[in-house]
């Protein structure tokens, strides 16, 4: 479910992902106290909270917020590209988005051979879209990798698949922005496994 803001989501279901576009600023420090205003307010709508009385806590993966919302936690994964950015929202779960302008660059081709692995590689080159399948396949990594709370690594597949799979869906737009969004149920975002912990 995708809104537009001013368009206010209403309370999701549980498990249910929202996804709210918000036009921002290109500065990126601008950006970033604009969606968090949003953030907000949406969190006021949702928990009859005044905005200025909520407690939002800034982590290394974005802002925390550790009320729960008809006995649910709410998990939060924000994005940023060009003149927009996007909130990622799921009541008993975890979330994260990703979102980029797919734009040709010569590095590609190398960049999906060193993180997407050969299967990938191999679907992006045969493409009659290169630059877009390259965009949708790195947004959905990244994706998968916020919501699981990994961090990126060379040849992140064995990362990713030593963990339950996580839901995916990604949307690419009339201006060629592409959107990820990765969700896992609770079960599979407490496993916190470290990278060196999977390699042994």
Known sequence: MVYDWPQAPPLPAAGQPVLVRVPTSPARTIAQKQLRAVLRQVLANWSNIAPEQLLVEES?????????????????????????????????????????????????LAVARNYLGPEILQSIQKSPDPT????????????????????LVENPTRQVLAFPP??????IFANRVVVSVATCAPAKADMQKSWSQLCS
């Open 60 to 108: 290394r993966r974005g802002p925390v917020w550790r009320g729960r919302l008809a006995g649910h936690n709410l998990d939060i994964s924000l994005s940023y590209c060009n003149r927009e950015a996007w909130i990622g929202l799921l009541r008993g779960g975890s979330i994260g988005v990703d979102v980029m302008q797919a734009e040709p660059f010569a590095e590609a």
């Open 166 to 171: 996580c839901a995916l869906e990604s949307i």
């Open 132 to 151: 877009t399948a390259f965009a949708t396949a790195w947004m959905e990594l990244e994706a998968q990798l916020k919501c699981l709370r990994l961090g």
